[in-house]
Antibody, heavy 130, light 106 residues
Framework: EVQLVESGGGLVQPGGSLRLSCAAS????????MSWVRQAPGKGLEWVAN????????YYADSMRGRFTISRDNAKNSLYLQMNSLRAEDTAVYYC???????????????????????WGQGTLVSVSS | ELTQPPSVSVSPGQTARIPCSGD??????AYWYQQKSGQAPVLVIY???KQPSGIPERFSGSSSGTVATLTISGAQVEDEADYYC???????????FGGGTKLTVL
């Protein structure tokens, strides 16, 4: 069973930092792109960042580039999000999410497909307030 | 940017259609997620029209031009939720969600 368990959320003052972690189990973590998605209270989903299997590619939403850093440790089956210079508008539930991966029986290889998300964690709440 | 109507309302057993428009959709797949109150999102359609295992067959998807559509044929009360479309920009590197559509079935 695929499991993604986020941790590290909490209350932090404006300008502060926080590091979120996501522990993955039930699948071959090093094969998948991974993402962070957030949801402000009462609002919609917002893509934050994603990272390739080997960390060679990382992409960020414009409002978070330069303040947030996504990383992973494939040996520990873990995904991370370092958040600096936090603002009140960063208050949200942060979800860890797995990218799709498919098996091609003809070529006998894995492929990413369209690149969307197929599984989500339950989220961790980050509150930025003085 | 992906645009969805804020709300859709149908009676039980009717067909609900939720559109999602975006300029890059002719080149990029759309994904659809269902989110019930207080829960994490769940994938209901991937790559425009494919159904994940375990999702009821009444959920289907299509895409034409700049509009992707999630269709729930014979909507049930338990389908009441927020639905989000998701896709990448034209380069495929940055992703965006639609604003979400609240489906009411009553």
């Amino acid at each position: 069973e695929v499991q993604l368990v986020e941790s590290g959320g909490g209350l932090v003052q404006p300008g502060g930092s926080l590091r979120l972690s996501c522990a993955a189990s039930g699948f071959t973590f090093p094969r998948h792109w991974m993402s962070w998605v957030r949801q402000a209270p009462g609002k919609g989903l917002e893509w934050v960042a994603n990272i390739k299997e080997d960390e060679s590619e990382k992409y960020y939403a414009d409002s978070m580039r330069g303040r947030f850093t996504i990383s992973r440790d494939n040996a520990k089956n873990s995904l991370y999000l370092q958040m600096n210079s936090l603002r009140a508008e960063d208050t949200a539930v942060y979800y860890c999410a797995r990218g799709t991966l498919f098996w091609d029986s003809q070529s006998r290889s894995w492929y990413r497909g369209g690149g969307g998300i197929d599984y989500w964690g339950q989220g961790t709440l980050v509150s930025v307030s003085s | 940017e992906l645009t969805q109507p804020p709300s859709v309302s149908v009676s039980p057993g009717q067909t609900a259609r939720i559109p999602c428009s975006g300029d890059a959709l002719p080149k990029r797949y759309a994904y659809w997620y269902q989110q019930k109150s207080g829960q994490a999102p769940v994938l209901v359609i991937y790559e425009d029209s494919k159904q994940p295992s375990g999702i009821p067959e009444r959920f289907s998807g299509s895409s034409s031009g700049t509009v992707a559509t999630l269709t729930i044929s014979g909507a049930q009360v338990e389908d009441e939720a927020d639905y989000y479309c998701y896709s990448a920009d034209s380069n495929g590197n940055h992703w965006v969600f639609g604003g979400g559509t609240k489906l009411t079935v009553l």
